[in-house]
């Protein structure tokens, strides 16, 4: 017997896919909280950690190639489970890691599977919730991301601090395999829109892109999560190290600050999500609401490089804390734009491609950012590009989609019993 999934389930996966947000950003963040403490015990120094950082990049980016049509052939149900774990043994291994080469390992294991959390969170949201409360879906669950960018450096400082840093990956990356066994429980019962790998069909064994790389849809979304997601990576890898440098703050001293900016980013994709939900239910175009809202989250960027011109750090957290807050708020409306645009059957492959792309970006500006501050330059150089990196992106978005239209949603996900 089937039933359309009640409000009560449909939240309760929400609340999963949050947490396995949060869990993923504390895995690939804890290496940037602890870089004072490992760097001073192994001698790493700007260019090696950029070095890490752009590993992790690059293996995420081209992981996003196959990620996606994972995601769509396994389906929601089975996806979910299979991303948590993969990645959550990849933050493990970084305990068992002495040298450069055992972290580059480690580093690019983390971020290939990783690389199955976008794609996977997009298309629950799209299955599980109608279109007109898919803006705060994603705005919640964007915001999960933000909720592990807060708990890492305020627990991760005292895990290390108690047992060590080695055994902060470990004890992290075991929450996940938990998370794992508790999707399995819940989803029992449950049949989602997407065949179970055992319906597969055999003559698609490959990722097929084709039929998105030639629209114009896929290009606006790709471009415009390379603009915005490097000033997003450049600030995941490096503010700990901003704040180490420009204020001297390390260790449980960097939680509060780091913390703070976080929650604005928290923040920012709630209110990027609800007030686009309310706009669409008041009758707004799609079009006006995405293009505003990106509109706005950009231009708040703009002041992100006056953080370099106060000596009080608490306004330094302040302008980064609305730069976080309004790339949250433009990403939310961004990923809203892929299940707005696209058909469902591609949303998975158009999620990947677009954060293979945004990935590469990242790949980029971390390395550029070792390269950067190794010559001396400070962040100067890497803030201006930060500032005006949302406008471009809104820019490249009105180029290729002057109006967008919104396609025919499909049935809504069942389950059963």
């Known amino acids: 017997m089937s039933m359309t999934i009640s409000p009560r389930r449909r939240w309760l996966l929400l609340a999963l896919v949050i947490t396995a947000g949060v869990l993923n950003y504390v895995d690939r963040q804890i290496i940037a909280v602890l870089k004072p ?31 996606g049509w994972i995601v769509d052939r396994l389906g929601v149900k089975w996806a979910n ?10 933050a493990i291994a970084h305990g068992w890691a002495f040298t450069m080469g055992h972290f580059i390992a480690a580093r690019a294991a983390l971020g290939a599977t990783e690389a199955m959390g976008t794609p996977t969170g997009i298309k629950t949201i799209a299955t599980i919730f109608p279109p007109a409360l898919r803006s705060t879906g994603f705005g919640i669950s964007n915001a999960a991301g933000n909720v592990g960018a807060i708990v890492t450096p305020l627990l991760i400082p005292i895990v290390a601090a108690l047992w060590g840093w080695r055994e902060a990956f470990v004890i992290a990356g075991g929450l996940g395999l938990v998370w794992a066994l508790v999707w399995l429980v819940t989803t029992r019962g449950l049949s989602f829109d997407t065949p179970p790998p055992e319906v597969a069909s055999p003559d698609d064994p490959v990722p097929q892109f084709g039929p998105i790389v030639t629209e114009r849809r896929t290009w606006a979304i790709a471009i415009a999560k390379v603009l915005s997601d490097s000033t997003w990576w450049l600030m995941l890898f490096w503010m700990p190290d901003f704040f180490n440098r420009m204020f001297g703050l390390s260790g449980t001293a960097l939680g509060p600050p780091l913390a703070v900016v976080y929650a604005a980013g928290a923040v920012g994709s709630l209110l990027g999500g609800m007030v686009s939900t309310r706009l669409l239910q008041a009758g707004v175009s799609v079009n006006r609401v995405r293009k505003g809202i990106m509109l706005v989250s950009a231009l708040l960027v703009t002041p992100v490089p006056l953080a370099l011109s106060t000596d009080n750090y608490w306004v330094a957290v302040a302008i980064l804390a609305l730069t976080i807050g309004a790339h949250q708020g433009f990403s939310t409306n961004l990923f809203a734009l892929i299940a707005d645009v696209t058909p469902r059957d591609k949303v998975g492959r158009v999620t990947s491609f677009g954060a293979f792309c945004g990935n590469l970006g990242g790949m980029a500006i971390a390395k550029i950012a070792g390269l950067v501050l190794a010559a001396g330059l400070g962040y100067l150089p890497l803030f201006l590009f930060a500032a005006v990196s949302y406008l471009l992106a809104l820019g490249w978005i009105q180029l290729l989609l002057p109006r967008i239209v919104r396609v025919d949603d499909p049935a809504p996900v069942t389950g059963g019993h």
């Not at 489970?81 to 990849?90: C, D, E, H, M």
């Open 37 to 67: 403490v490992i760097s001073a015990e192994l001698g790493w120094n700007d260019n090696d950690y950029g070095t890490l950082a752009a590993w992790f990049q690059g293996s995420a980016a081209f992981a996003f190639l196959f990620t």
């Open 81 to 90: 489970p299979a991303g948590v774990v993969a990645w959550s043994l990849a």
